[in-house]
């Protein structure tokens, strides 16, 4: 196809651009549908219209008071106004920059505080499917990777004000968290299926991707439900999962999911699971190819 149009982030990332996120269709983000977000080494986020001429310059910059450069390893947005960034900076006097929620009517500093304190750093996110399709007013959940070979959940809620404004308030889940799998400080790829029964994840170790059961009736505290279960440790493949994407419901068979994972070797897997039917999740020789592009 042709290039509708060329932003020119050089200025704002410092020619180290990491990542970008543009709202999903079935999102309601209102005037911000035709926005991108885009921030990479230096730490600034950008936001650009496509819609306006200016293709240099951001219409709104968004960045932590902080005293020196921050990182951005992921941007996700959350609602109308609001999307989180991440970074893997590890710093003990700096908590904030690791998971941040921002307004895009504020731009000073992030509305959120200190939601991860622990020592990893947070490399890549992902929405819970009922953030995307709860209406107006959506009360965000998104997972977040982490380096210490973790994924925590991360949850907001609406709290009403004196003046009867509604305002949300993020927090991590503390009760139960995803573990098993191995990132090795790599920026593994994870994604909720469209109905968030399931959280699937790419991995170090095994040769295939690491799927669990979602939600507060399936992961009692302590105790964790994984429907591919990682690899023995000192039993690496010779290959790792760098990437995950879910199959769009309306394309496969009733009570079916599907998922596809990315190698680094290039190759690509389909993975199938009916629960009903079969309780385990399996790949064929048909749904396997290879790309050196991937």
Request: net charge positive; aromatic share 8%.
């Amino acid at each position: 196809g042709s290039t509708n149009s060329l932003l020119n982030s050089s200025a704002l990332c410092g020619g180290l651009l990491r990542c970008a996120a543009i709202p999903s269709t079935r999102q309601s983000v209102g005037h911000h549908r035709a926005s991108i977000l885009i921030s990479g080494r230096s730490g600034p986020i950008g936001l650009w219209d496509l819609r306006s001429g200016d293709r240099t310059h951001p219409q709104c910059v968004f960045s932590h008071p902080c005293r020196y450069s921050t990182p951005t390893s992921d941007l996700l947005w959350l609602t109308d106004t609001h999307f989180s960034s991440t970074s893997d900076l590890i710093d003990r006097d700096v908590c904030d920059v690791s998971v941040a929620v921002w307004d895009t009517r504020f731009k000073n500093r992030p509305i959120s505080h200190q939601i991860y304190q622990e020592r990893w750093g947070c490399v890549r996110m992902a929405l819970h499917g009922s953030s995307e399709s709860a209406g107006r007013n959506p009360e965000p959940r998104f997972a977040v990777q982490n380096h210490g070979n973790a994924i925590v959940e991360v949850y907001g809620t609406h709290k009403s004000s004196s003046n009867s404004s509604i305002r949300t308030q993020y927090r991590m889940e503390k009760r139960w968290r995803y573990e098993g799998h191995d990132c090795q400080a790599h920026p593994l790829g994870l994604a909720y299926s469209s109905d968030g029964c399931y959280l699937a994840s790419g991995s170090w170790e095994p040769n295939r991707p690491v799927i669990w059961s979602s939600g507060k009736s399936t992961i009692p505290r302590g105790q964790q439900i994984a429907c591919i279960t990682p690899a023995d440790r000192g039993h690496r493949q010779g290959s790792m999962v760098t990437d995950v994407v879910w199959i769009p419901s309306s394309v496969m068979q009733r009570h079916q999911y599907g998922l596809v994972a990315v190698q680094d070797t290039g190759a690509v897997f389909v993975y199938t699971y009916r629960p009903l039917a079969e309780h385990i999740w399996k790949s064929t020789d048909r749904s396997q190819w290879s790309s050196p592009d991937l």
